[in-house]
């Protein structure tokens, strides 16, 4: 069985700001490679800045007006709930200057692992959404993988850990040697096919976007299904039917029912009633009956 596919990096990760800005720098483009813990993007930090500047005065003052209550609440100057509420202050001025911390130090963008950018969705001087990516980065340390659609009747044959041969367009040298890695739980709605994923091992010249070939050798169905000729089966009806087994030491014969399926060249594939090496009466049927004597002849097997 072959399917044509596409290799991907396994892991394919968007990198974007928490925090809505002004984007004031993309340091790589699409194509370029990019060490762990590089800066790949960064905003303009002068907002979040400020706010970690007012975040932090708001702190300080809550903090120097707890003191001064607390000494206060202990000499019985003040109630108990005037201190309670300089206690809540002061732990919200901390919550709003660990807010606006986590704005300034997310606001650059650092890459996690090394890797090349595959795709730039942000320029400088882009006012850029929380949460919306700025590159798409493939990262290397998880290798590269090949992705192709299978339809269902195939799929279901398949399982993890087979193998598998690539042949990559353009990549020199014989089939690269492959496993099944995952086999997608859901068909795609439109075609019906299933992706499946085979894991690559490390080979230089493989790129994400590459297009090849995967082969496999599929497994045969072991079902206890047997082909025999059509002219067999009567009395068909609703997927099942039945045909004449005849008993090797009486020589008569009997009705066995059996489950059809598929039908090819004279030749149909049922399950059930019947097993290897019996005998059945593939002609002249019509005019047998259950416990009808007959003489048996062999025909040349298909």
Do not use: C
């Amino acid at each position: 069985m072959e399917a044509a596919g596409t290799v991907r990096h396994r892991r394919e990760t968007p990198l974007g700001f928490t925090t809505a800005g002004k984007v004031s720098s993309v340091r790589y483009d699409v194509g370029d490679y990019v060490k762990r813990g590089a800066l790949v993007a960064a905003l303009d930090t002068t907002n979040v800045t400020a706010d970690l500047n007012v975040a932090r005065a708001e702190q300080d003052r809550a903090d120097a007006e707890f003191s001064r209550l607390t000494q206060l609440y202990k000499d019985g100057w003040i109630t108990k709930g005037r201190y309670e509420a300089a206690d809540a202050t002061r732990k919200s001025a901390a919550a709003r200057v660990a807010q606006a911390g986590f704005a300034t130090g997310t606001s650059r963008i650092y890459a996690p692992s090394s890797g090349v950018v595959l795709s730039r969705f942000a320029q400088p001087g882009q006012v850029i959404a929380a949460g919306s990516p700025a590159i798409l980065m493939g990262q290397d340390n998880e290798g590269f993988v090949f992705r192709a659609p299978v339809v269902n009747a195939d799929a279901a044959k398949l399982r993890p850990g087979m193998a598998a041969q690539i042949s990559i367009d353009g990549l020199d040298g014989p089939p690269i040697e492959a496993v099944i890695g995952e086999i997608e739980g859901r068909a795609d709605a439109a075609t019906g096919a299933f992706l499946i994923q085979f894991r690559l091992p490390a080979k230089a010249g493989v790129r994400s976007g590459q297009i090849g070939k995967a082969v496999m050798k599929l497994p045969a169905i072991d079902d206890g299904s047997l082909q025999i000729p059509a002219s067999a089966l009567f009395a068909v009806r609703a997927g099942e039917g039945l045909v004449y087994v005849v008993d090797p030491k009486r020589n008569v014969v009997e009705t066995r029912n059996v489950v059809i399926g598929t039908l090819t060249d004279g030749f149909v594939m049922v399950k059930g009633g019947i097993k290897p090496g019996e005998m059945i009466v593939v002609s002249g049927g019509e005019k047998l009956s259950r416990g009808a004597k007959v003489r048996p002849v062999r025909t040349a097997e298909p």
